[in-house]
């Protein structure tokens, strides 16, 4: 078991930055990942990282704008948003991925934070 709890979200102005925070309790031996929902719209994948670290994966609408790293002394996994569009507002959630293999979709993760609120306003 893991619980998530995601900071950092807030209002900023487009072009501006973001640095999202998950801290997890519990077994955190994980893959993680960066989820997002706008209104009215499915929830999707943003970003993801291997336990160690050592592999990354982001989504086309966020490459070369988002960093995700972690920390596991400190049980942190982090989501760096540069250059920050209108439509990158959403619910970002951070969750937990079951598996070995690096995943982009949510079927592929089992426990998830309550989310955190990013508005961009243009």
């Known amino acids: 078991q893991v619980q998530l709890v995601e900071s950092g979200g807030g209002m900023v102005q487009a072009g501006g930055s973001l640095r999202l925070s998950c801290a997890a309790s519990?077994?955190?031996?994980?893959?993680m990942g960066w989820f997002r929902q706008a209104p009215g719209k499915e929830r999707e994948f943003v970003a993801a990282?291997?336990?160690?670290?050592?592999?990354?994966n982001y989504a086309d609408s966020v490459k070369g704008r988002a960093t995700i790293s972690r920390d596991n002394a400190k049980n942190s996994v982090y989501l760096q948003m540069n250059s920050l569009k209108p439509e990158d507002t959403a619910v970002y959630y951070c969750a937990a991925q079951i598996g070995v293999r690096l995943g982009n979709r949510e079927s592929e993760y089992a426990y998830w934070g309550q989310g955190t609120q990013v508005t961009v306003s243009s």
């Open positions: 519990g077994r955190t031996a994980y893959n």
């Open positions: 990282i291997t336990w160690l670290g050592a592999v990354t």
